[in-house]
């Protein structure tokens, strides 16, 4: 009897240990990154396309769901910001277009890469020439 009782203490001491080590651990944060694009004098460039994209047609894993490539235009700060779901490498490019006789024609661009971890905001700065 003494031992039944022990074999039981012991087994709800060990699974209180364990549902209170499982119920405080903390969630990694989601990584985040912001995209800076400038010109050559570091000037913020407003309204330049950017395209997020992985390699070998995988998919990007934003917070707000999958997608192939992801194409955002930049603030007047000249800057983007992302949430993603998960830690990857992505691909980034940044241009400017202007439209001459009917057709978008590429003025400057530029490209980098994403390194994203969790609990992390990734910054990357992309020069267009």
Do not use: H, W
């Not at 903390?26 to 400038?38: G, H, L, N, W, Y």
């Not at 530029?110 to 020439?129: N, Q």
């Amino acid at each position: 009897m003494k031992t039944n009782k022990a074999a039981v203490i012991l087994i709800v001491a060990l699974l209180f240990i364990s549902g209170y080590n499982f119920l405080s651990c903390k969630r990694p944060v989601p990584p985040k990154a912001i995209v800076s694009v400038v010109n050559e004098k570091n000037e913020p460039v407003e309204g330049a396309q950017v395209v997020i994209r992985a390699d070998s047609g995988r998919v990007i894993y934003l917070k707000s769901g999958m997608v192939l490539a992801d194409t955002q235009l930049t603030d007047a700060s000249g800057q983007i910001s992302y949430e993603f779901r998960y830690e990857a490498i992505y691909n980034v490019k940044a241009k400017t277009q202007k439209k001459v006789g009917g057709v978008m024609t590429t003025l400057l661009q530029g490209s980098g890469v994403f390194i994203l971890k969790e609990d992390e905001t990734y910054s990357e700065t992309v020069t267009i020439r």
